[in-house]
């Protein structure tokens, strides 16, 4: 399943490496590509394994807020 997720308060390349590697550790995510123009990330998961509260908490506690 592939999901785009509106994070605001991305800027850089180490506010895409967090995102990503946030997301990536979750167990079910197959891969998180972060967009910083359109200040969105595009990630492929496994919903039988995670759902989209999980990845945004995971976002979330980077000091990312998530656009519902």
């Known amino acids: 399943m592939e999901k785009t997720l509106i994070v605001q308060g991305m ?13 990536k550790e ?3 995510v197959s891969a998180a590509e972060v967009n910083l123009e359109a200040g969105s990330v595009d990630v492929t998961y496994d919903e039988s394994k995670v759902n989209i509260d999980v990845m945004k908490e995971a976002i979330e506690e ?3 807020d ?3």
């Open 26 to 28: 979750i167990d079910g």
């Open 66 to 68: 998530i656009e519902a």
């Open 11 to 23: 800027t850089c390349g180490h506010c895409k490496m967090s995102v990503e590697g946030a997301l």
């Open 62 to 64: 980077q000091g990312y």
